[in-house]
């Protein structure tokens, strides 16, 4: 992390008992996970954003496992990944964050995932909602873990600021029954 000015850490956990319907087993849990960095390209225009995405496989250690910890002992069954740039700076700045390298890292820290990871990155002001999306972690197409965790860090991002997020869930959404591919059928190559 010492390629990176952090100004501070944020999380959000979502504890989901029931949708009105009867109590599952286990309730979901969603657990979303941020950093607040400076951005070093805020400002100006800059051609080569290998600064931002060389050293990231350590943001994505990072948030990976402090989410996976927040989970309380649950096995990662979901995740999702993004941000916001500060008005400042500009999307791609974000993305150079999350992309790859990010990634991989990210799906080491918190137990695997044959999946791509569902990414969500915009530009706003501080106290913006992000809306951070998830799915199964092993398989896309699985439609029970389809899901999105929301939060706001109420002084974040400022103008020459990056919040880079992630989020984890330890299931389905409760009281999934639209049908398709479940997590069970999954042939394990990240699509089917």
């Known amino acids: ?39 070093p390209f805020a400002g100006r225009f800059v051609e080569d954003l290998g600064q931002l995405t060389d050293p990231s496989p350590a943001l994505g250690t990072a948030l990976g496992q402090r989410a996976r910890e927040l989970l309380g002992g649950a096995d990662v069954e979901g995740y999702g990944k993004g941000g916001i740039a500060g008005l400042a700076g500009e999307q791609e700045h974000l993305v150079a964050c999350v992309t ?51 939060f706001r860090i109420p002084d974040a991002p400022r103008p020459d600021e990056l919040v880079i997020a992630v989020a984890v869930t330890s299931g389905a959404r409760v009281h999934h029954r639209t049908g398709g591919l479940s997590a069970a059928e999954a042939a394990g190559d990240g699509l089917h």
């Open 100 to 150: 790859t390298p990010f990634g991989d890292a990210l799906r080491q820290a918190v137990g695997g995932g044959a999946a791509w990871i569902s990414s969500a990155t915009k530009t706003a002001s501080a106290g913006e909602t992000l809306d951070l999306p998830l799915a199964y972690k092993d398989a896309l197409f699985v439609r029970s873990h389809y899901d999105a965790i929301s």
């Open 1 to 39: 992390m010492r390629e990176y000015d952090v100004r501070k850490w944020f999380c959000t956990i979502e504890t989901i008992e029931h949708e009105g319907g009867p109590r599952p087993e286990q309730p979901l849990t969603k657990v979303a996970v941020a950093v607040v960095i400076r951005n």
